[in-house]
């Protein structure tokens, strides 16, 4: 229960503030996705996301405790779009609006979303053999509270769902 970390943000208040954010909910959101994923060697978590965000702590923490590989910053969205398509990355966690102007390398075998609506132009970007995961939640429970794969066959009339709560999370 002792602090991990604050984060700045005003969420959908619009009024900044600091969030207190206790261990447990780190060790809980990393414990879920350990089990929710068969770790694939070697991995390349590409973090698109300023490290000022909190999907940052998901981003760094789960390159290495889950998928048991490398976390290398992006440096924003442009940097993602201009990636080559020798670069190597295996997986990558963005916000919809970065993933609407990126071109994955061929060798992306994972990609998770959040913070933001998902766009058809973003689910657009992700070659369809690629699993795709949209998230929400507010920084309180430690950056994710939902989770769901996003179908795509007919994802247009279903993107607004934001899934089903995560493991030790109620909704």
Not at 5 to 27: A, D, F, N, Q, R
Not at 97 to 104: E, K, N
Not at 130 to 138: D, S
């Given at each position: 229960?002792?602090?991990?970390?604050?984060?700045?943000?005003?969420?959908?208040?619009?009024?900044?503030?600091?969030?207190?954010?206790?261990?447990?909910?780190?060790?809980?959101?990393?414990?879920?996705?350990?089990?929710?994923?068969?770790?694939?060697?070697?991995?390349?978590?590409?973090?698109?996301?300023?490290?000022?965000?909190?999907?940052?702590?998901y981003n760094i923490f789960a390159s290495l405790v889950v998928h048991c590989g490398k976390c290398r910053l992006i440096q924003d969205g442009s940097a993602l779009a201009a990636l080559a398509a020798t670069d190597g990355l295996t997986h990558v966690a963005a916000v919809p609006?970065?993933?609407?102007?990126?071109?994955?390398p061929p060798s992306i075998r994972h990609v998770e979303v959040g913070g933001e609506a998902l766009t058809l132009k973003a689910v657009s970007n992700v070659p369809k053999h690629?699993?795709?995961?949209?998230?929400?939640?507010?920084t309180e429970v430690a950056i994710w509270a939902t989770r769901r794969e996003v179908p795509r066959d007919d994802c247009s009339q279903r993107l607004a769902s934001i899934g089903r709560p995560m493991r030790n999370v109620t909704c």
């Open positions: 229960d002792s602090l991990a970390y604050v984060m700045y943000t005003s969420g959908s208040t619009g009024k900044p503030k600091g969030v207190l954010v206790p261990h447990i909910g780190v060790v809980n959101l990393l414990i879920g996705a350990r089990l929710r994923y068969k770790p694939l060697t070697p991995v390349i978590f590409g973090m698109a996301t300023p490290y000022v965000f909190d999907v940052s702590v609006s970065i993933l609407a102007i990126a071109r994955l690629v699993p795709l995961y949209n998230y929400y939640g507010p």
